[in-house]
Structure formats: C-alpha cells, structure tokens
C-alpha cells in the first residue's frame, strides 16, 4: 500500500520557556519546547523512531518584523516518549511530530524568552500553562488490507480476495491522505459486499472521529465491539471511544475515562476536575484531580485544587497539607505563591 504522511493541524498556543541566561547566546533565542509524543489509544507509550521538528516563525514577537535569524529545529524523541527543542526565538512556531507508519500531527506553538518560574512569560493566545510540556498523541497509518483481508475472507476465490484487497487498499489511502469522507464510502462498499469484514466498523470509527462526526464514530465502535474482538484490542478501543466523548465534551459519558487508563493525560483528568468543579460536583472533582496528580507527581496544579476541594469540605488540615505540597512542588508557580499566602491566612 501506498503509505501518505497525514498532517493533523491541532491549533493551540502554549508559551514555552527559557532555559536561563547563556552569555553565548542572544538574549532572544533561549526559548524551549518540551514534551511527550505518545501513540493514540495507547497506555502513554512513545512512538518509537520519532521526530520532531519546530518551523521558524514569520515575524518576531512584535509581529511585524521579519524573522530572518531564527532556523529549523529538530530532535529525537527519546524511548518513551520525551523530546526537547532547545534555543528557539520568539514567535509562533509550527511544530510536527513525524514517525514511519504514523500520521503525522502539528502543533502550532507560542515561544516566549522568561525563566521556568516566571508566569509573565505565559501569554493571552495559550491553552497551557507555560511551564507545562505539550503532547502529542499519534495515530498508527492504516497498512494491513493484506491481513484484513485474509483473515475475513480466507476461503473466497483468490480473484475475490484481490478484488476485496485492491478496494480496501484504496480506502486505506485515502484515510491516510486525509480524505475521510471517500475512507467511509469506501468501508460502507466494502462492508456491504462482504459483512464478514466487521473489523472496518473501527476503520469507520476512526474517520467519523476525525472529521468531528462524535455520534457515528461511537456507534461504529460499538459495532466493532459487538464482534468481541480480542481483548487488547477492545481496551484500545474503548479510549478511542474515551477519547470521542472527551472531544464531545460529554463529562458524564467520559466517566469511565478511569478505566480507559493511559490514553488520559495529566491535562484530560485536571479539565474533567476543573468542569466537575464549576458544576458544584466536589467529590467527582476530587476523583479526577486525584488521577491527574497521580499522573504526575510533581504537577502542582491538581495538588493546589485538592486544597480548594479540601477547604470547600471543611478539612482545613487537610488543605494544609496539600497547599504545603503545592509550595514545595513550584515555590514561585501561581499556585505555589497563591498556596503560601492561604497557609499564612490560615489559622
């Protein structure tokens, strides 16, 4: 099969930080980008043998001025999963992350100059703290129409097989180019043909999700389920299903977001937990910042809000203790500064 390269434009704005001062180098080119690239509906492994690259911005920070100085950047990403980009100038930055066999998925990232501690680096256009690392999460390329084929029609004719081999294979491209719409007709022909073919029900599914159609991607998935597949590849698909109810913004349905296990980040669980809060729901709010916290120890920002969620139930102690965490997390964080001034207005 013909294997296409998919660019997955995600629009967000993260503020990276610098490292600190380094008499070698301008004072406009010590920006960094960290995080984590991880496969799709995978329990957080990293994408083995990826890239990631970091385009220059057009302008400077100004906006108006041409950016002439700043170049490509590029790094490995290590064994599981974590990559740095290091010395990059102000500006929008447009960042990929690329792997064999993997549709490739882009950032497109606010670098700001400041030190890890200093919130003024964080701007109005981020959906991230600033000193908080981006991920990205990679969806495998469809390859395998051979396999698929063999396996669901094993004793058809071989001028069938071909035949069922050089559709499928051509909806797969088309997947992997993009057009989700032409992968959809193409699975329902197939399906239509040959019922026997349920596993596409998740091929379906996964170009319902990408194209925003929420509603029809589930019930692909259920359909796919209802073929009791093996049991590693039904947990892969319920977070992908997880992951649709997120994206729905369905809180309710995203309950079980616990047991889809590693396709949640740290940031997913926190949001679930922001959302229950607002909505007065104090102990859901509590579950999911627990599991953010649990997700990463050394955030700050799920411990700080276990400490409002301790306060609202009355356990002063217990806030104590969390905000005392919180300052010895992040000192100088927002949450750190916000969590020594309550201890000293607590009694």
Same mark, same amino acid.
């Given at each position: 099969?013909?294997?296409?390269?998919? /660019?997955?434009?995600? @629009?967000?704005?993260?503020?990276? @930080?610098? +490292?600190?001062?380094? *008499?070698?180098?301008?004072?406009?080119?010590?920006?960094? /980008?960290?995080?984590?690239?991880? /496969?799709?509906? =995978? #329990?957080?492994?990293?994408?083995?043998?990826?890239?990631? &690259?970091?385009?220059?911005?057009?302008?400077?920070?100004?906006?108006? &001025?041409?950016?002439? $100085?700043?170049?490509?950047?590029?790094?490995?990403?290590?064994?599981?999963?974590?990559?740095?980009?290091?010395?990059?100038?102000?500006? /929008?930055?447009?960042?990929?992350?690329?792997?064999?066999?993997?549709?490739?998925?882009? @950032?497109?990232?606010?670098?700001?100059?400041?030190?890890?501690?200093?919130?003024?680096?964080?701007?109005?256009?981020?959906?991230?703290?600033?000193?908080?690392?981006?991920?990205?999460?990679?969806?495998? +390329?469809?390859?395998?129409?051979?396999?698929?084929? #063999?396996?669901?029609?094993?004793?058809?004719?071989?001028?069938?097989?071909?035949?069922?081999?050089?559709?499928?294979?051509?909806?797969?491209?088309?997947?992997?180019?993009?057009?989700?719409?032409?992968?959809?007709?193409?699975?329902?022909?197939?399906?239509?043909?040959? *019922?026997?073919?349920?596993? +596409?029900?998740?091929?379906?599914?996964?170009?319902?999700?990408?194209?925003?159609?929420?509603?029809?991607?589930?019930?692909?998935?259920?359909?796919? $389920?209802?073929?009791?597949?093996?049991?590693?590849?039904?947990?892969?698909?319920?977070?992908?299903?997880?992951? !649709?109810?997120?994206?729905? =913004?369905?809180? #309710?349905?995203?309950?079980?977001?616990?047991?889809?296990?590693?396709? !949640?980040?740290?940031?997913?669980?926190?949001?679930?937990?922001?959302?229950?809060?607002?909505?007065?729901?104090?102990?859901?709010?509590?579950?999911?910042?627990?599991?953010?916290?649990?997700?990463?120890?050394?955030?700050?920002?799920?411990?700080?809000? @276990?400490?409002?969620?301790?306060?609202?139930?009355?356990?002063?102690?217990?806030?104590?203790?969390?905000?005392?965490?919180?300052?010895?997390?992040?000192? #100088?964080?927002?949450?750190?500064?916000?969590?020594?001034?309550?201890?000293?207005?607590?009694?």
């Amino acid at each position: 099969m013909s294997v296409y390269r998919l /660019i997955c434009f995600v @629009l967000v704005a993260v503020a990276a @930080l610098s +490292l600190g001062a380094v *008499p070698a180098r301008a004072q406009d080119d010590q920006g960094v /980008i960290r995080g984590w690239v991880f /496969i799709e509906g =995978g #329990d957080r492994d990293g994408v083995p043998g990826a890239v990631v &690259t970091a385009e220059p911005p057009a302008y400077q920070a100004d906006g108006i &001025t041409e950016e002439t $100085l700043a170049i490509t950047v590029e790094a490995d990403v290590s064994d599981n999963g974590r990559f740095n980009l290091n010395w990059l100038r102000s500006g /929008i930055w447009n960042v990929t992350a690329s792997a064999e066999g993997f549709s490739d998925v882009r @950032l497109r990232i606010e670098v700001t100059q400041g030190t890890a501690r200093e919130s003024y680096a964080c701007t109005e256009t981020q959906v991230q703290k600033c000193q908080d690392p981006v991920e990205f999460h990679m969806a495998r +390329l469809k390859t395998e129409a051979n396999v698929t084929v #063999d396996a669901a029609l094993g004793d058809a004719e071989d001028t069938e097989r071909e035949e069922a081999r050089l559709q499928l294979t051509a909806a797969d491209d088309a997947y992997n180019a993009g057009d989700y719409w032409t992968a959809i007709s193409s699975y329902d022909q197939l399906l239509e043909s040959w *019922p026997q073919m349920a596993m +596409l029900h998740e091929d379906r599914g996964d170009a319902y999700r990408s194209l925003g159609q929420f509603a029809e991607a589930l019930t692909a998935y259920e359909l796919f $389920l209802a073929t009791e597949p093996e049991a590693d590849v039904v947990e892969a698909v319920e977070r992908k299903m997880v992951r !649709a109810r997120l994206l729905a =913004g369905d809180l #309710d349905a995203a309950g079980d977001l616990a047991s889809a296990g590693g396709d !949640a980040s740290r940031e997913d669980l926190y949001n679930l937990g922001e959302v229950a809060f607002q909505q007065g729901n104090i102990d859901d709010a509590a579950g999911w910042y627990e599991k953010s916290a649990a997700a990463d120890p050394t955030w700050e920002a799920p411990v700080f809000k @276990l400490g409002m969620v301790a306060l609202n139930r009355g356990d002063m102690e217990g806030a104590k203790v969390f905000f005392r965490t919180v300052v010895e997390l992040a000192p #100088d964080s927002p949450e750190g500064v916000q969590a020594a001034a309550t201890l000293s207005a607590l009694p």
